[in-house]
């Protein structure tokens, strides 16, 4: 069974950072398959944050392009979200995704949230 636990997540001030982690486990094909993650703010809907390709090609979210990077360790199987220079509007439970061969799956999610 496949199972992705985020982390990392908190409360921080405008323009701090946080990195978040997405600890995968049972995943055999975890170097093949396409992560990404994903966010959702209060009375908004879903959208993807950043994604990395098992090639290695990321694709990011205009509003977040230049300000959080998306990297994943195979040996351990996980997927980190750096997110600098964080603004209010980045407030949102983060979810970690998983795209394999023949499923996707997903995190319980972990709330950001940035305020003064």
């Known amino acids: 069974q496949v199972q992705l636990v985020e982390s990392g997540g908190g409360s921080v001030q405008p323009g701090e950072t946080l990195t978040l982690s997405c600890v995968v486990s049972?995943?055999?094909?975890?170097?093949?398959?396409?992560v990404g993650w994903y966010r959702q703010a209060p009375g908004k809907q879903t959208e993807l944050v950043a994604s990395?390709?098992?090639?290695?090609?990321?694709s990011y979210a205009d509003s977040v392009q230049g300000r959080f990077t998306i990297s994943r360790d195979n040996a351990k199987k996980t997927v980190y979200l750096h997110a600098h220079s964080l603004k209010a509007e980045d407030t949102a439970v983060y979810y970690c995704?998983?795209?394999?061969?023949?499923?996707?799956?997903w995190g319980q999610g972990t709330q950001v949230t940035v305020s003064k």
């Open positions: 995704h998983l795209s394999g061969r023949y499923s996707s799956f």
């Open positions: 049972g995943a055999d094909d975890f170097s093949l398959s396409t």
């Open positions: 990395r390709a098992s090639t290695g090609s990321t």
